[in-house]
């Protein structure tokens, strides 16, 4: 359950809801250098879903990998280019 | 095209053996060379057309009809597309500084309000709906409009204020947010819209 990762930075977004995990997701990978991998800890259920198409939509980014937990939802978003 | 495949006649019953090509070798040259200059200027123009563009015209200027054109808005700007999102008539209220911090939800005429419309249409009730909201909004975890202007605004959506609606509600261009656009009109916008992939009108 748990991901090992070399997170760079932790997004913290618990309690928001649409569209802050993805527009703040967004903020913090554009100040990331390439290589470097977020990780993004959400209690929104919708960010699984959105998370998802916002990485396919976008380029330079990778989803890694997304984990469920107890109203927990935690993203890691690879910075490619 | 059609002359690519050399045709069978009823009198010959066979096809014409291929011809020999009769180029000249500095005009296959030349014919060469356009091709390759149009697939270039081809390539230049997929390049040019990637960043993907949304146009929303907002004119609804009621508390929740807020909430949808600045959602996508600021989610489309995450997503790196060029966003405008041009704001007439009530739709203009939510640019208002001072006015979308207060702006109502109508009681009336909504059908998924819990009192019947006789009841919602009595004073004070506009207010009452738009707090049960607020409050909503709030154990939500939902950003407040003021949130999402600021944020659209950072990330770089382009929020217009119609100019001829500034005038015609006698509002004032300082009114609006710092980074509003204003002095455009329908021409702007539909400037906006013939190249975007996605318009909306909210």
Redesign the interface.
């Known amino acids: 359950m748990s991901s090992e990762y070399d997170t760079t930075e932790t997004l913290d977004v618990k309690g928001q809801s649409c569209p802050m995990p993805i527009v703040k997701t967004k903020q913090a990978i554009d100040g990331l250098e390439a290589g470097d991998v977020l990780e993004v800890v959400a209690t929104d259920s919708g960010s699984m879903s959105d998370i998802q198409g916002w990485a396919a939509g976008t380029d330079g980014v990778e989803l890694l990998e997304q984990v469920e937990g107890d109203d927990l939802y935690t993203h890691y978003v690879k910075k490619t280019a | 095209m059609s002359t690519d495949n050399p045709t069978t006649t009823a009198e010959d019953g066979k096809a014409e053996p291929e011809s020999e090509p009769e180029f000249d070798p500095a005009e296959l040259q030349a014919l060469r060379e356009r091709v390759d200059e149009l697939e270039a200027s081809v390539a230049d123009s997929d390049g040019a057309d990637d960043q993907k563009r949304m146009t929303i015209i907002a004119t609804q200027g009621s508390f929740d009809m807020a909430y949808p054109p600045l ?1 996508l808005a ?2 489309a ?4 597309w060029d966003v405008v999102v041009f704001h007439t008539f009530w739709g203009l209220d939510i640019l208002h500084e001072e006015k979308s911090k207060n702006l109502k939800l109508s009681a009336v005429g909504n059908p998924n309000m819990p009192v019947p419309n006789a009841v919602a249409a009595l004073p004070g009730m506009d207010r009452m709906a738009t707090r049960m909201m607020q409050k909503k909004i709030d154990e ?4 407040t409009i003021e949130e ?1 202007i600021e ?1 659209s605004l950072e ?1 770089g959506v382009d929020l217009q204020a119609c100019q001829m609606t500034i005038e015609l509600m006698d509002y004032d261009e300082d009114d609006f947010y710092d980074g509003v656009t204003t002095g455009v009109g329908a021409a702007t916008a539909l400037q906006h819209m013939v190249d975007a992939d996605i318009q909306l009108l909210v």
């Open positions: 959602i600021s989610t700007a995450a997503f790196g939500n975890g939902t950003a999402l944020l990330t």
